[in-house]
Structures are given as C-alpha cells and as structure tokens.
C-alpha cells in the first residue's frame, strides 16, 4: 500500500461504508457494537490515525487527561496521582485513568493508542516507556509527560535518584558503618533504570570512602515488604553480615526490620535500617529514610501538561529535592559487632 | 418557568444561538472556550439535562465509567481502585477519575454532574452521599454502584462492618482483656456510618460479654498513623489505662504501636494492638488485624456496573467477607497488668 492510510482504506478493510466508518470512529451513537469493533480492529492493523475532524475531537477540545500508572495500590503511585488528580481538577480537566496490567495487556493497550484519540495529552506514572511503545505514543500526536520517572524523551518531573541514594548511604558512612548491606527491588513492570541509578550510588559512596563493595552485601527481590523480609534472612545468613542496611524503598526497609524483630534483633542497636520515600508509616515505625514527596511530583505533572497545553513553554527536568529524615532506626555501630547472635 | 427546561432556555441564557448552544454542550470543537463556558453556565443554572442527542451520546455509548473517591493514596482506596481498573480493562471500558476534594470542591462537582453525560455508569469508592448529592446524581440517568460503604439507594459491595469490629473485639476478649480501649477514626468526607457501626459492635461485644463500657477508653481521632499516636497517648495517660486496643484501621493501629514502643511498652507484652484492614504493613509490622480484601471489593462493584449495563440482575448488597487474622501483636493480659509503668 503507497501514500497514507485514508479513511476509505479502513471502510474497505472493515466491509463498511466509508460514512460507518465515519460515525464508528468517532464514537458516535447508533452504530453497532460489532461494527465499531470491526473498524476499530481495521483502523488498528492499518495504524490508521483518526483525525481530529473524523472523530469530532480537535486538538486539546476533550477536556480529558490520560494517566498511564503500573499500580495503583502502592504509596508512592496513589500519593502521585492524587497531586495530579488535585491540580487537573483545578483546571476543569477530566482525569482518565489506565493501569498496565499484564505484558499481554500492557502491549494492546499501547497497540490501541494511535487509532483513538481519548485524551489532549498523556502522563506516564512512574514507569519507563520502550521504543515501540514510544512509538506508539508519538502516533497520537498529543503532549507527553513522564512523572517519577526521567524519560529523555518528555518533560519529566522526577526526583534526583543518585543523590536520593547517596544521602541514604552517606548517613550510614558518617555514623560509622563499614559493612553495609543493599536491598534492591526489582519489578519487571517498571523502568530498571531506577534501582540502577541508586545502586551505582551506593557503590560510588562505598568506593568514594575507601570501602570495596562485597557483592554477597547486595541482595536483589521482588518489590514490597515480602522481598524485604526474605533479602535481610538473607544477610543475616552470612558469616560477616552488615551492621547497617540500605533498602531501596521503605516497604522493603519496613520488610527487614520485621525479620529483625523476629530474629530477636534490635534496630539500630545490632543493625541500622534505612529506606527512601517516607511512606506515611515510616514514621509510626521510626524508620530513618530519604523522603521523596510523590504528591508534589504528580502535582508538577500536572502543570506541565497545562503548560503544554496552553503553548507556554515547558521544563524538560524538574527534579523535585530529596530529604534525609533521621529517626531512631539508624545508629553507630556497635562495638564488636562481628560476634553478632546468630551470625555464623 | 414552567415546563421542563429546554435548549432554547440554556441559548437565551447564555446569549447565544439555539445552534451554538447545542455545539457548546455537544463538545464540538470550533467553540470558543468562553462560549462554552457560559453555555454549561447556563444549563447548570438551568438544571438543564443534556439529552443524549443533544450530547452526541447515546445511553451506553460513551465507553467510560466515572468512579468518584474522596482519596487516592490510602491504601484502601488506591487497592479498590486497582481491582475496579482491572475488571474495567478487561471489558473495554475508560475509567475516569473523580477525585473529591475539599467542600466547595465536592459541592462543584455535583453540582456539575446532570450538566454532562460524561459516563456510563458511576461507582462511588469509599463514601456516603448526602440528600442533595442523591439527588445530582439521579439527574444523570446512569446506573451507579457503591463500593466500600452500603447504600440503601445504590447497589453495594462492602464488608460486614458490625461483624468485622466484632471478630476484633471478640478476639481480645477471649484472651482474656476486660480494659479494652478503641481508636475511633473520624473523617469528614467519609460517611460517619462506618465508624459508627464499628463502635456499636465494640460496645455490643463488651456489654454480651458482661463488661461495662468505660467511656474513658473511647478516643475519637483523625485519621492516620499520627492520630493513633495521639490516641494512644491519650490512653495511656489514664489512671487506669487498657491492657488492650482496638482501633478502626491498620495504620491507626500502626501509629498506637509506634507510642507504646517509645513509651518503653511491650506489644503484646504490656499492651495488645489489633486493626482492620490487613494493610500490606501489617504483617511486617506481626500486627493483628482483621482483613478485608479492598481489591476484590473494588473488582465486585466492576462487575455490578458492567451487569447493569449489560441489563443483566445486579444484587443489591454484596457482602465481601473479613477474617481475623492473628499475628504477635495480641496476647491475653500480664497478671498484675494494673501496676504499668507509667500509668499514674
């Protein structure tokens, strides 16, 4: 096929007129369910982009805003999309909310995305985008934004994660430790790049203080308290385990310290735990953290698809500051500390 | 005026023409954005429903369901969200996302919603309606389902609050506490019903068991972590303080632990600790709690709305089960427990 895809093109495909077409993709009323899936399907294989004309929507006329999120149910992705929600609200704008599911899910819903314009712009929660679907995304031809998440590719507001990291573990340095243990956490969902640039942070900070990084003190898991309890079983398995632990979210550091708990441990007395995100029950817990604040980054989000879509110029990077909360979880290191209870 | 409001009231309200006024509520593009405004102005004012001609949409054919929330970052809500997404996905449909705000904010929202068929169906997460906001959303002509909170006017998918307070209490009971204090959480944008349902089954339970009710051990606070500390706080200043608690949420329950701790108490040594919700915190933190699976509430309303679209039966109540879970942070009462430190 020569030259653009043209509406006629997706009415022959479908076995429709070019008028069903018409009214099918633009949503109108009156038009049978199947039918509209059958020219949607046409559209889709055609990668067929509506225009604003065909589907009665011009650019920046449906009120709405896409937010793509991984979760839903975790702090930081609530907390974010509730900034975001707040200053869209403001501003008179609907809020349409998709959740990546599966990989299967996750690929029809970006194959969807040019054929249908829903939305005058689209924010990424929390997530990294690859370069299909990134392709997927230009076909749309509206604004993107990538919030909590810096994507080279859109504005983004996102937090500095090596310096996140680095206050995280430079805390533990200053207070004397040696020895400190890592939990990443890894979600296939989400953009690796994350838990990277915090774990080239803490073997920057350990090198940068004359430490060599022993690579049985870094422990990857799944996300949440669950990989965290099983990562610090793990270290303290070892026969020199760590004194002080960074963890790299507060879920996962809260994780730890149960198993802690459980194994008869005091925190910080026989080991320093210490998370990023001051999740609201970091505090209940006494957990010393690197706060990051998710409302503000989903807030700032918002303006900048504002911005964008009034034509008022836009910042590439907003990176919001990280602060080091200091609460009673992290401590000097004890004296001795290789007779550990339990260490070998 | 007499008659129902129609089209050509909006127009001679507005100071424009019947056809500019019929474009303005029909999203059409090519409208000036201050055109538009004082049309929808105008049919507010009117109380003017815009009929699914008018609109461009039929019944059922906008392909989006609205779900209004008073929070997003709450694990609760963002959890129930979640599994309503999911069911959502899976079916085709949008989802747009209401996020109530502060009063004149909630009061603009409903005062907004006959105006616009921007939905479906509605599903209201996790609070009750006044009169006035029943009566806005009858206006609309959708279905709308309630999930989290049982309405008698909507179909409902909640837990059996009475029942849930009472596996709580009975199990600190059977232990052996007679001093039982509750954390009462109250939330302004929440419907009062639920903590009063919670505390009714708390003096339900005490009263069959053959205890009075003191009402000392009562606290009634704001929810969240912090207002568990205080709480407990507040309860442990007593003369007589409880040898155990019982507080509306996990992360109030969280936030009470965190007082006993840095009061130098053990938990359940000196003070058992129990909650509701089975908050993905809870079991790293050994918290006792009764569970309630807010995903599954959130995915049962789904498919409430997704059976009354279809014009398929839908109940009227569907009761979500809770479980008592029993974790380290509740044991029966230490002999002599009135001589606790601290305690006056």
Redesign the interface.
Known sequence: MSGPVNLADVARRAGVSPATASRALG????VAVRTRERVWRAARELEYVVS?EAS???RG????IAVVVP?????W???A??GL??VL??AGM??????L?DPA?RRAFFDDLPARR?ADAVVLLGFGVDGHERRRLERIGVGIVSAGVRTAAYPSVCIDERGAARQAVDHLLHLGHRRIGMIVTLDPELDPEQPEQRSAAYTDALLRAGYEVDPALVVEVAW???G??GAMGQLLGLADPPTAVFAHSD?VA??A??TL??AGLRVPGDVSVIGIDD???A????LSTVAQQ??EQGALAGRSVLAELAGDPVERVVTVPTRLVIRSSTAPPRAGRAELPGAG
């Open positions: 949503d109108h009323p009156h604003p009665g929507l011009a006329t449906t009120g709405r979760h839903l149910s975790r702090w992705f609530g907390a999309l509730e929600a707040d609200r403001a609907d809020l349409l909310v998709y959740r599911g899910a829903r949440g308290a669950d965290g309890a879920e809260l994780g310290v149960g708990r459980r999740h609201p029950l505090a209940p817990a006494d998710a409302h």
